[in-house]
Nanobody, 125 residues
Framework: DVQLQASGGGLAQPGGSLRLSCAAS????????IAWFRQAPGKEREGVSC????????LQADSVKGRFTISSDNAKSTVYLQMVNLKPEDTAVYFC??????????????????WGQGTLVTVSS
C-alpha cells in the first residue's frame, strides 16, 4: 500500500524558513508524482508544488514561486519542500499526495488518490 508521511512543520516568523519532508513507502517512488497541498481553516485545499520523480519536472503555484522549492531524493524515497521568506498567509496544514504515472503535472485533486496526514505550518510573529 502507498504510504506517505509529512513532517517538518512548526512555527516560523514572517521571513523565516522551514523544510517539509514527505517520506514515501509501499510503491515504486520514481513512477509517481508527489505534490504538496495546503489547507487553512475555512478555505479550500490548494495546490502548492509538485514534482515528477522520474525526470524532476516541477510545477509551482504562482503564490509561492521564488519562495518554495520542491525536490526529491530518490534514494530516500522522500520529497522535500524548502520554504523561505514565509508569510502569514502561508499558514496552513500542508499535505503531501501521490499520483501514479501522470501524463502531466497537475493540482487536480482527482489525480491524487494517496495522501499523507499533513503537517501544520504556522507563520506568526
Amino acid at each position: 500500500d502507498v504510504q506517505l508521511q509529512a513532517s517538518g512543520g512548526g512555527l516560523a516568523q514572517p521571513g523565516g524558513s522551514l523544510r517539509l519532508s514527505c517520506a514515501a513507502s509501499g510503491f515504486t517512488f520514481e513512477d509517481y508524482a508527489i505534490a504538496w497541498f495546503r489547507q487553512a481553516p475555512g478555505k479550500e485545499r490548494e495546490g502548492v508544488s509538485c514534482i515528477f520523480n522520474y525526470d524532476g519536472r516541477t510545477l509551482q503555484a504562482d503564490s509561492v514561486k521564488g519562495r518554495f522549492t520542491i525536490s526529491s531524493d530518490n534514494a530516500k524515497s522522500t520529497v522535500y519542500l524548502q520554504m523561505v521568506n514565509l508569510k502569514p498567509e502561508d499558514t496552513a496544514v500542508y499535505f503531501c499526495a501521490a499520483s501514479w504515472g501522470p501524463a502531466i503535472l497537475t493540482f487536480n485533486l482527482n489525480e491524487y488518490p494517496h495522501w499523507g496526514q499533513g503537517t501544520l505550518v504556522t507563520v506568526s510573529s
